[in-house]
């Protein structure tokens, strides 16, 4: 396992020479043919060429086995192919992470600790490990863990709180003031926004996206947590573990999502709701009332996904229906005009 | 009154220790109970300990009046509870609202003036008691009035008018070019945009948020209006005063907002509109047509809220409908085949 | 053609005076009137003052050609007007366009190459002519192309190419990582994400939007694509050349827009799908399968926009086809009632 050479797309990274049956090993895969095969990188079915491991995820691209210039291929465990060595996986998708980890690895940032031309507050403390890109900004009394990543221009307000191992991409703001105002005489007075952030382990929050700090507690981002780019994160909001929020969902204030929530793009959830453990909700859902576990909701408003299924399926045919409503009437009127029926 | 300590999460603010008689006098509230009751500080229901005011905004939450360890309750005129110091008030949230900027008060910020990380062009302006943070950017001719807040790396650009007391947080783009080009021949001809946006008094912007600056005229958000973080005001819009939009809003070039508007979250409305004054718009609304004031509009596209409370239920229940419908006809059609009718 | 003077909005631009049949001559439109007419600026019909050239683009403001102050207006071919010079066009926007570039011209920027506050990394390009400012973030191996503006906080991450004469504005994310994790064991393992963003050409981006680095391949933004604030593009995403994608569209991971796509705002597109060429998007709509090329759809989800104007007509109608079912239902039942039919 030696560096070789530089790629076009990451430069600053090093890449490395494996053997397939090393790799085998370290992706937790079974071994088909050739195990002395050179690999160095990973790619997809249509652009690997000799060298590079490539990935079969879904059946209908099987095709692509035949083709492919990839020296070897990651496959489920059933998948069979005679003329290419194969990685035999119980979990494809996480065998071929493991060998994107061990091949190129993740990215190597080009300066350690905290960048001159980031800041960060003098009564804010920064964990070992972590990386602070120019433009952030880590305001008085926030604290980032150990083995952070926080890319350019991301913003940390004052007081909050970002556990270990959490990447905050760039030009996120963690801890802007909730939308919180007290209307009266037609002035909407500030209402001060004194809670803060709290950021738990290992998680992921992407480019662009805003979580609002506590009006008078915390907004909590659980454990484990991932979060796309433009997410909108309300005041009070409480998140939590292990949760995948996609780009473009916002949560309104005081709402709590309870653990392995996944929620598709652009989903809009109303304030103060309660959404419960391992609750699935499809892309563009509008939620307004409080969701029990284990739950799959789609449409705006939210329905169960079955329920919603048909919903849609009528609503694309609602033309339909109307002409078949209006076909009925006629025929009922032509009874009522033929006067011999009570109708008349 | 004397400050007292500094506590996680805001850990630069100071705090404050203040007689519950005191209290009630700067929240413009009736005492009902021990004047001498020491607080310094605010905390819901739930998490308050003693020597913490409390807020009761729900009925539903009354129950909650017994078991807080709140010292005292902020709550409306007709609440009552015998065991505990109440501070009554005809509009709580706005006594809430006092109570906090009296024991906490708002943000203090780590230093005075332009951060020398900032970027305030020499031509720009900046009046007196306003705090630009680092990363943050002020293009040339850019004015900024007093007393305002540029959070970290929000960018006004180029002869751009920001009033007194504005506040802009973090990663808001205030100015960029308006979304214009004369497509001619396969090619999309940029129009360069000439106008500019003017932030009137009083406005918050939340943070991610972006203001186009107009074509030819002005962008305006008119004064004390508030606008959440990640919502999208196209070139040439004009917000009336006293509008709140929430997170995700987006308004399309041209339109024009009265006064008093106010937009749930993920709304989007068309371009070139007039939308009256005191309009409320539901959350996740289209908008496509102009809009009488005072009107309440829900739903994609927006309907009257009457209406739309009708068409929503209805929809949910459209498989209801289509089953309905199929026995009709199948009704109908035993009634035609029977003989005795004019349908056969 | 002299310079005269700067003007608040833009006060570093410097504007000039131009004769009206020189104007003609530059913006391709047939002079009707005084050739020796004055020009230094444009504005609206409201807002033109003596010496400003204007533009009618919508026959229904043509009333407007009677009030206006404007010295001279670009109207269409067929547009007349006695009492006023006019510029008439075959192109009436783009000589807009034309006559706002010579008279105003694009925004001058008040410092050259890469500002000392920006990051540039020793490792990345950046072309001739390009344009850097204050807070932006070029990262190792990045390509910035010639004649590129860079606005203030930009992030453009690790091994990111843009093309010549690309805009990116403030706060917009370039190649932040793709939202890719291997879920397994309750734990969402991040894939390393080994790709890149390539910006073709012409291409301009709005402010505070996002674009998401590929997998393993490239996103790619083709030529002369034109793309607004707030936008999501997921990892992997091909966009064709000359597209337009207005604000808070979002776009899931692997999809592929042909050429010349237009999608209107707050679009939501699912992953791995294909758009074809000239497809046209209503504004909210959310497409979940592959689009033919050439059509116009509208709704979420998404369908051909002459089925969604029937469908969505008779949505808003839902409670009178509930009635209109009720009331059949009791006729039916009436006539089952009655005894004299083969249902009773």
Redesign the interface.
């Known amino acids: 396992m030696s560096p070789i050479f530089?790629k076009?797309?990451?430069?600053?990274?090093v890449f490395f020479l494996m053997r397939l049956d090393e790799l085998a090993s370290i992706v937790d895969a079974e071994l088909v043919g050739d195990g002395a095969t050179e690999i160095h990188a990973?790619?997809?079915l249509e652009?690997a060429k000799e060298g590079e491991l490539s990935f079969l995820g879904n059946p209908k691209y099987a095709k692509q086995l035949e083709t492919t210039h990839a020296s070897a291929v990651i496959v489920a465990t059933k998948v069979a192919a005679d003329h290419k060595p194969l990685l035999k996986s119980k979990?494809p998708?996480?065998s071929?992470?493991k060998a994107?980890?061990a091949l190129?690895?993740?990215?190597k940032h080009?300066f350690k600790g905290v960048?001159p031309?980031a800041?960060v507050?003098p009564?804010a403390t920064v964990g070992e490990g972590t990386v602070i890109?120019?433009?952030?900004?880590v305001?008085?009394?926030a604290k980032v863990g150990k083995d952070c990543v926080i890319?350019?221009?991301a913003?940390i307000?004052?007081?909050c709180v970002v556990g270990d191992r959490v990447?905050i991409?760039?030009?996120?703001?963690i801890g802007?003031?909730g939308?919180g105002?007290?209307?009266?005489g037609?002035?909407?007075?500030?209402?001060?926004q004194?809670?803060?952030v709290v950021v738990e382990d290992d998680v992921?929050i992407?480019?662009?996206?805003?979580i609002?700090r506590g009006a008078?507690?915390?907004t909590v981002i659980g454990k484990?947590t991932?979060i796309?780019?433009?997410v909108?994160i309300?005041h009070g909001v409480k998140v939590g573990p292990?949760c995948?929020l996609?780009?473009?969902v916002?949560i309104?204030g005081s709402t709590t999502l309870g653990k392995?929530v996944t929620m598709a793009?652009?989903v809009?959830v109303?304030g103060h709701l309660d959404i419960g453990d391992m609750v699935t909700v499809g892309?563009?859902s509008?939620i307004?009332f409080d969701v029990e576990p284990n739950q799959t909701i789609v449409g705006?408003?939210a329905?169960p996904a079955q329920?919603a299924r048909?919903?849609?399926s009528?609503?694309?045919k609602?033309?339909e229906?109307?002409e078949?409503?209006k076909a009925?009437?006629e025929?009922?009127s032509?009874?009522?005009e033929?006067g011999?029926?009570?109708?008349a």
Chains 1, 2, 3 share one sequence.
């Open positions: 530089p076009c797309g990451n430069s600053h990274k990973v790619a997809t652009r979990d998708y996480l071929l992470c994107i980890v190129h690895g993740y990215r080009p960048h031309q800041y507050d009564t890109y120019p433009g952030a900004f305001g008085p009394g890319y350019a221009s913003a307000y004052d007081g990447i991409h760039a030009n996120t703001t802007a003031d939308f105002y007290a209307s009266s037609g002035v909407h007075h500030k209402i001060p004194i809670g803060n992921e992407g480019a662009g996206t805003t609002a008078l507690e915390s484990g991932k796309d780019g433009q909108m309300g292990g995948v996609v780009a473009q916002g309104a392995y793009g652009q809009g109303a892309a563009q509008g307004m705006s408003p329905m329920q048909r919903v849609y009528w609503f694309t609602l033309p229906i109307a078949r409503l009925l009437e025929q009922m032509e009874l009522a033929s011999d029926t009570p109708l």
